[in-house]
């Protein structure tokens, strides 16, 4: 299992950061972040499709086409924990070296989206102190971490768990005839 988990974890985790990668470069050049973000989830699921590739592959080749829920969940999450680590780890690159200054241009946007939607006053207020609140914690590299996980790793966990529910398959049952 160790390889398979390996293998697709890392096509997995290369997929997903390079069209993170490619959707930050693009919502640098033209602050669409809605644009990019639809982008970025739809990269995770095409990513995460490796998932099923993985367990299928693990079922049929290493484990006599029969596999269980808890052993197809199990693969499916390490394939996903190995794709969101090396999400993260990109991102980390990304922003540090390439965006720093992208929680301001953040903010920024979301709260000119707010005005142009005809935010009032107070709301806008309340929406800078929240935006203001994300950014401080934003600056910490550990809530960075966190807050990349918590965008890529539950995407992950959905995918295997819907896997793991169609993959499953029971050991074929063999039935030998006794003399009577």
Known sequence: MKKNVIVFGLIAGVIASVLMV????????????????????ASMVLAFSFIFVGIKNYRDKYNNGSITFGKAFKTGLYISLIASTMYVLTWLVDYYVFIPDFMDK?????????KDSGASAAELAKQAKELAYNQKLYKNPIMVILFTYMEILPVGILVSLIAALILKRKPQQTFTAQAI
């Open 22 to 41: 490619i959707s930050m470069a693009r919502c640098n050049s033209d602050a669409n972040f809605e644009h990019s973000m639809l982008i970025g989830y």
């Open 106 to 114: 953040y903010v920024a946007h979301m709260l000119k989206e707010a």
